[in-house]
């Protein structure tokens, strides 16, 4: 329905409880930079130059320009609808995508050549082809989520949740474990036990400087725990300038030599982007704050490609959340300002600062309350009888997650699983050619399962049969179930995805005769048949 604009009202750009959101959301997209900037330096060991030089003035200038369109866009609802309640959607870096970037295209591609510009160059692509997805995919994604049982869509959203999301947060913490652990109970007090801190102060804040006082504390009193260290301050002061954004448009078609690796993850997180965008929008929706579906995607696509073509190999995402932002007074104002700041911190060097004075473990605990958060939320969204299909779905990633650990083990040895034999790694109880297919192309064979599950379960037999059919030939090319895209990849699941298509697309064409399902039915019980 076409709105027109109030004349007679004009919104408030800053409300008081702007100041909270502000605090709130800036610290959440605070802690996505400092671990973001701890992967590029610590676990890909680029170099100061490029990350603080290149990469995050660009990721400052994407945050800047999201955060601006999400307060315009509040802004023109406020104005179209003459309220003064309308809270702007939150966006920043997508969570999941930067550890997918870095673990799944970036790292690979960085051990193979050991040139971390090849990496970064590998990951501009992967943004751009991501960005394309969602531009294009504005207006097909409502197509998307209708056909998609929301239990598949959940549950391989979940599978990378528990796997690339938590399981590193969790096993560092449990590295430092009077940091790790500790940090993390102040996070579950606060944000899962609704435990107030003084002042009010986030929980989020409380932990990250309760851990930075015990690394400093230990370091003070000669132990070497959390990897504090006063040298690494000068260090850190001597990466202070400015840095603007410059264009790295040649870089990001230089990626594209790495065409085939980026397209087994940017097409099915391209299409996980229209879901996860399209349920945030629905959350603010339910909220009071209706906002155009297709503009939100459009948007991110939009904002991806620039950032990329800046230097940026990360894709902006709207954020989960604005119920809880709005709730505690956050309106227009916060979002601009939010992005404002953090451009200016990404410019001025200042990351580089933070980092040297807060330890890692105490900002992961953070991370893994946002996997936990994001599992969940499976199980809580979807019906209690799609329950198994949501567990179907996290197993792919359950196996992708497993491979990549034995990859990292035997690369760190020199060597690979195809170099030590794949019956010599069976005979000791490790199925690398299980995991190598199952986990290949995860994030499509979780919802593709899932959504056969479902359907399953729910006895409608000719949906079973499409998704089989989907799940035929996106293994035939590689895009699930195959660890690169082309021509018969991965034939021998592509034929059982087919046989299970034909057979129960044949049940489906006889469904007239089965009885009905009753009302209320929540699928067998244990132990049935």
């Given at each position: 329905?076409?709105?027109?604009?109030?004349?007679e009202?004009?919104?408030?750009?800053?409300?008081?409880?702007?100041?909270?959101?502000?605090?709130?959301?800036?610290?959440?997209?605070?802690?996505?930079?400092?671990?973001?900037?701890?992967?590029l330096?610590?676990?890909?060991?680029?170099?100061?130059?490029?990350?603080?030089?290149?990469?995050?003035?660009?990721?400052?200038?994407?945050?800047?320009?999201?955060t601006?369109?999400?307060?315009?866009?509040?802004?023109?609802?406020?104005?179209?609808?003459?309220?003064?309640?309308?809270?702007?959607?939150?966006?920043g870096?997508?969570?999941?995508?930067?550890?997918?970037?870095?673990?799944?295209?970036?790292?690979?591609?960085?051990?193979?050549?050991?040139?971390?510009?090849?990496?970064?160059?590998?990951?501009?692509?992967?943004?751009?082809?991501?960005?394309?997805?969602?531009?294009?995919?504005?207006?097909?994604?409502?197509?998307?989520?209708?056909?998609?049982?929301?239990a598949?869509?959940?549950?391989?959203?979940?599978?990378?949740?528990?796997?690339?999301?938590?399981?590193?947060?969790?096993?560092?913490?449990?590295?430092?474990?009077?940091?790790?652990?500790?940090?993390?109970?102040?996070?579950?007090?606060?944000?899962?036990?609704?435990?107030?801190?003084?002042?009010?102060?986030?929980?989020?804040?409380?932990?990250?400087?309760?851990?930075?006082?015990?690394?400093?504390?230990?370091?003070?009193?000669?132990?070497?725990?959390?990897?504090?260290s006063?040298?690494?301050?000068?260090a850190?002061?001597?990466?202070?300038?400015?840095?603007?954004?410059?264009?790295?448009?040649?870089?990001?078609f230089?990626?594209f030599?790495y065409?085939?690796?980026?397209?087994?993850?940017?097409?099915?997180?391209?299409?996980?982007?229209?879901?996860?965008?399209?349920?945030?929008?629905?959350?603010?929706?339910?909220?009071?704050?209706?906002?155009?579906?297709?503009r939100?995607?459009?948007?991110?696509?939009?904002?991806?490609?620039?950032?990329?073509?800046?230097?940026?190999?990360?894709?902006?995402?709207?954020?989960?959340?604005?119920?809880?932002w709005?709730?505690?007074?956050?309106?227009?104002?916060?979002?601009?300002?939010?992005?404002?700041?953090?451009?200016?911190?990404?410019?001025?060097?200042?990351?580089?600062?933070?980092?040297?004075?807060?330890?890692?473990?105490?900002?992961?605990?953070?991370?893994?309350?946002?996997?936990?958060?994001?599992?969940?939320?499976?199980?809580?969204?979807?019906?209690?009888?799609?329950?198994?299909?949501?567990?179907?779905?996290?197993?792919?990633?359950?196996?992708?997650?497993?491979?990549?650990?034995?990859?990292?083990?035997?690369?760190?040895?020199?060597?690979?699983?195809?170099?030590?034999?794949?019956?010599?790694?069976?005979?000791?109880?490790v199925?690398?050619?299980?995991?190598?297919?199952?986990?290949?192309?995860?994030?499509?064979?979780?919802?593709?399962?899932?959504?056969?599950?479902?359907?399953?379960?729910?006895?409608?037999?000719?949906?079973?049969?499409?998704?089989?059919?989907?799940?035929?030939?996106?293994?035939?090319?590689?895009?699930?179930?195959?660890?690169?895209?082309?021509?018969?990849?991965?034939?021998?699941?592509?034929?059982?995805?087919?046989?299970l298509?034909?057979?129960?697309?044949?049940?489906?064409?006889?469904?007239?005769?089965?009885?009905?399902?009753?009302?209320?039915?929540?699928?067998?019980?244990?132990?049935?048949?």
């Amino acid at each position: 329905m076409e709105t027109t604009l109030n004349r007679e009202f004009t919104p408030k750009f800053w409300s008081t409880g702007d100041w909270n959101a502000l605090f709130g959301f800036g610290t959440n997209i605070l802690v996505n930079l400092l671990v973001l900037t701890g992967l590029l330096r610590y676990a890909l060991q680029m170099p100061d130059d490029l990350v603080f030089g290149r990469i995050l003035p660009a990721t400052g200038l994407m945050l800047c320009l999201s955060t601006a369109y999400y307060a315009w866009l509040a802004w023109k609802l406020a104005k179209e609808t003459g309220r003064d309640d309308v809270c702007a959607l939150p966006s920043g870096i997508g969570v999941a995508h930067m550890f997918i970037v870095v673990f799944v295209i970036m790292m690979p591609i960085k051990a193979q050549t050991g040139d971390p510009y090849a990496a970064w160059e590998a990951g501009l692509a992967w943004v751009f082809i991501q960005s394309i997805i969602l531009m294009l995919g504005g207006y097909i994604a409502p197509i998307i989520r209708r056909i998609t049982p929301r239990a598949a869509l959940l549950g391989t959203l979940a599978g990378v949740s528990v796997t690339f999301i938590s399981m590193r947060p969790a096993l560092e913490m449990y590295g430092a474990p009077l940091i790790g652990l500790t940090c993390f109970f102040i996070i579950l007090a606060g944000w899962f036990g609704n435990v107030r801190y003084p002042g009010g102060i986030p929980a989020g804040l409380v932990a990250i400087f309760v851990g930075t006082l015990i690394a400093w504390g230990a370091t003070a009193l000669g132990y070497d725990y959390g990897g504090m260290s006063v040298p690494a301050i000068g260090a850190a002061l001597a990466d202070f300038g400015f840095s603007l954004p410059l264009p790295a448009i040649g870089y990001t078609f230089s990626g594209f030599e790495y065409l085939g690796i980026l397209l087994v993850t940017a097409v099915p997180f391209g299409i996980y982007d229209l879901v996860e965008a399209m349920d945030n929008v629905e959350s603010a929706d339910a909220a009071g704050d209706s906002y155009p579906t297709n503009r939100v995607v459009v948007a991110d696509g939009v904002v991806s490609m620039v950032g990329c073509l800046m230097g940026n190999p990360f894709i902006n995402a709207v954020y989960i959340g604005h119920p809880g932002w709005k709730a505690m007074g956050g309106r227009i104002g916060y979002s601009a300002v939010t992005g404002l700041v953090m451009l200016l911190l990404c410019c001025f060097g200042i990351l580089s600062l933070a980092l040297a004075l807060i330890p890692v473990v105490a900002i992961l605990p953070i991370l893994l309350y946002i996997g936990m958060l994001i599992g969940a939320q499976a199980f809580r969204e979807s019906p209690g009888r799609h329950a198994p299909a949501i567990i179907l779905a996290l197993v792919p990633h359950l196996a992708a997650w497993a491979k990549n650990q034995i990859d990292g083990a035997l690369g760190a040895a020199g060597t690979s699983a195809h170099e030590v034999g794949l019956d010599n790694l069976a005979g000791a109880g490790v199925l690398y050619q299980g995991l190598e297919t199952l986990g290949g192309g995860s994030i499509l064979g979780g919802l593709v399962l899932g959504a056969i599950a479902v359907f399953v379960i729910e006895r409608e037999y000719t949906r079973v049969a499409a998704f089989s059919l989907a799940g035929c030939l996106l293994s035939f090319f590689g895009f699930m179930h195959g660890e690169a895209v082309g021509w018969a990849v991965s034939p021998a699941p592509a034929v059982a995805y087919g046989l299970l298509a034909l057979g129960a697309g044949w049940h489906g064409l006889r469904k007239t005769s089965e009885v009905p399902v009753p009302a209320g039915y929540e699928g067998p019980a244990a132990g049935e048949s």
